[in-house]
């Protein structure tokens, strides 16, 4: 098995030619995905393709970017859409301090009631952070101490301190194409000793194609070089660590069903 844990089939890029990127997918290996919402016009279609292919799930919520022209999107609003049953988690949501598209105080506010949406749903939490580690951990400890959650830190790239608080607070990692950059060394040597039994794999296509597509489109069926390269440099079996990685998938997102 190999799961893409992260990606947006109804972006630029793979919309267009959906049917045959998924087609592509399946036919390196892929047997499920997990497609993400970024913002609340994109909750309808993601929702519908999942519904019609019966290896695509869908999440529900709102990019720290988008936080700002998301005021309305409240807790009732998160759980009441997460109820659908193709929808298997909350997000992505969490900081962005890098770009800034949206307030701090607004991100914050938008992380925690994404938080409070997974506890109350019993769904994980997908979890996006960017040159904002210390507000992150902080967030997800007071939240964890407030009532157990689950989740996964995306598309992983932050330092090792950042990668065993998540895990302290029993959190998954998640593990980009990224990983194949040559300039990735520090990543790189995190990855190779982060607990199997936590990680996952994911493409965020159509973004951040793997060696050796660099420069292409990202699309899932690459989710296969990711791990390829990951088992390589973790010195384990290729096809250990896909089945692994899937098996982390449905534990985490238990709603999902192989």
Request: hydrophobic fraction near 40%; charge should be negative; proline fraction near 3%.
């Amino acid at each position: 098995m190999l799961v893409d844990s992260h990606c947006h089939l109804n972006y630029e890029g793979l919309i267009e030619d959906q049917v045959n990127v998924l087609n592509r997918a399946r036919n390196s290996g892929v047997t499920a995905m997990l497609n993400i919402s970024t913002r609340e016009n994109e909750w309808r279609d993601i929702v519908a393709t999942a519904e019609r292919e019966d290896d695509v799930w869908a999440s529900i919520g709102i990019h720290p970017h988008e936080a700002d022209a998301h005021p309305d999107v409240d807790l009732a609003k998160l759980v009441g859409e997460a109820r659908h049953e193709r929808v298997v988690a909350i997000g992505e949501t969490g900081l962005d301090y890098y770009y800034d598209h949206s307030d701090r105080d607004r991100q914050k506010q938008s992380f925690r009631t994404h938080i409070k949406a997974a506890r109350e749903t019993g769904l994980p939490i997908i979890v996006h952070t960017r040159d904002a580690e210390a507000d992150t951990a902080l967030i997800m400890a007071e939240e964890m101490e407030q009532g157990a959650y689950t989740g996964v830190i995306h598309c992983f790239t932050a330092s090792r301190d950042f990668a065993y608080k998540a895990l302290d607070l029993g959190l998954y990692i998640s593990i980009s194409g990224i990983v194949t950059f040559k300039n990735a060394k520090d990543l790189q040597a995190t990855a190779s000793e982060l607990p199997l039994d936590r990680l996952l794999v994911e493409t965020d296509a159509p973004f951040l194609a793997p060696v050796p597509h660099r420069g292409k489109t990202g699309e899932p069926a690459f989710v296969a070089d990711t791990a390829r390269y990951l088992a390589d440099l973790r010195g384990e079996d290729y096809d250990v660590l896909c089945d692994t990685t899937a098996q982390n998938f449905y534990r985490l997102f238990g709603k999902a069903r192989p």
